[in-house]
């Protein structure tokens, strides 16, 4: 049987859901049904892991940057329009907002049979300024037209995107950003050793927060949040999880605080399980959300979280039962409840426990290949 060839392409391969996802579905896609390929720009940090996939044909294209660049935009599009019309794909599969834009329309004037689109998160939101907000809507209303499928990551962004007049109804299908749930429940590692290694002291209550420094996480509010908490919780000690570009920023802001030593960043990590074993609280200022993954990390490890209720977060934290729900920016209402949280280590252990019981075979990431496969076969949103 010939094989379907499944393009996918991405903006950046940084150490994110979305890019660590792409990368578990190429490589465990059924090799006797598919033929995988990869197109992605260059200088993320899985970059080498990527070229290092057996059985998939990768492409790195040095104009497919970030940053909106008309010049290297213009330039990435005909990249991939070449490399598709050479490489004559049955299903291209987009991913991120520029990869997203580009890789749609390129693979419509390749004349790719099927194309297919996961919105991680939208690239307009609520505090964009609105001529952008609306200018990024429309972009994505056009493009959704020549889209065969859009996959959402939760329930909620279905709603956000009929409301916003992008795609139909029936070009949808919800596929769960998954995660290896097994892995983050056994916790995995020595609590007291992994620690150490941080540099939290073992009597500390850990609170800690997991994505890239920039605007979309908020992450000025998290060490806001950390100050009002440690000023009346002296034992409690911060982690941010992640790197990026806003780094000189946060560190700013951590070396004007009273206790400077309050919140650590330790950079990205790839011991992500052992550290959420040893961590006792997981918080998230994200501004807006697709369904983050970290949450869906943390409630596996038995942690309670408290997130501002965005997008999908609102569907996997259930307010006062898995965690607490935070109107965005009200940072006040954030460190309260983590208060909370830190003094009633009981309602913190029933809380992580509900959560870690919630998160099911759905959100595993083995069943979201399962359910991608079956979109390629069948060319029908689930």
């Not at 998160?121 to 952008?132: E, N």
């Not at 429309?138 to 956000?160: M, P, Q």
């Not at 951590?254 to 918080?283: H, Q, Y």
Request: charged content about 25%.
């Amino acid at each position: 049987m010939k094989k379907i060839k499944v393009c996918h392409i991405i903006t950046m391969l940084e150490l994110g859901g979305a890019q660590q996802n792409t990368l578990y579905t190429l490589s465990h896609l059924n090799r006797e049904k598919f033929a995988p390929v990869l197109i992605t720009g260059k200088g993320g940090i899985l970059d080498s892991e990527a070229a290092a996939m057996p059985g998939v044909e990768t492409h790195f294209i040095r104009h497919l940057i970030r940053p909106t660049c008309p010049l290297r935009d213009i330039a990435g599009f005909f990249t991939i329009l070449w490399l598709l019309i050479k490489i004559r794909p049955d299903i291209v599969h987009t991913h991120s907002s520029k990869a997203g834009i580009l890789g749609r329309w390129a693979a419509y004037f390749a004349g790719v049979p099927f194309i297919v689109h996961t919105f991680h998160g939208f690239g307009f939101h609520d505090f964009q300024w609105a001529p952008v907000k609306y200018l990024y809507i429309c972009i994505e209303w056009l493009t959704a037209k020549i889209s065969g499928a859009l996959i959402v990551v939760s329930t909620d962004n279905i709603v956000k995107a009929l409301r916003h007049g992008v795609g139909r109804r029936e070009q949808y299908c919800v596929i769960r950003s998954g995660i290896d749930v097994e892995k983050y429940k056994k916790k995995a590692g020595n609590r007291a050793e992994k620690r150490k290694e941080l540099g939290i002291p073992a009597d500390k209550k850990l609170i800690a927060t997991i994505g890239p420094f920039k605007p979309q996480k908020n992450l000025e509010d998290f060490i806001a949040v950390a100050e009002m908490v440690n000023a009346r919780r002296p034992d409690t000690a911060f982690l941010i999880i992640g790197d990026g570009a806003g780094r000189p920023r946060l560190e700013l802001l951590i070396g004007s605080m009273e206790r400077p030593g309050t919140v650590k960043l330790p950079g990205w990590r790839r011991d992500v399980s052992e550290i959420l074993a040893a961590t006792d609280i997981f918080a998230m200022t994200s501004l807006w959300e697709g369904l983050p993954r970290s949450i869906l990390e943390a409630m596996s490890a038995g942690l309670p979280v408290v997130a501002n209720a965005v997008d999908g977060v609102r569907e996997i934290v259930k307010d006062g039962e898995t965690g607490f729900l935070i109107t965005p920016r009200d940072t006040k209402a954030m460190a309260e409840k983590l208060i909370e949280l830190a003094t009633n280590t009981e309602r913190a252990t029933a809380m992580g426990e509900k959560g870690r019981l919630q998160i099911s075979r759905e959100f595993d990431i083995a069943f979201m290949v399962e359910q991608q496969e079956r979109l390629y076969l069948t060319k029908t949103p689930i």
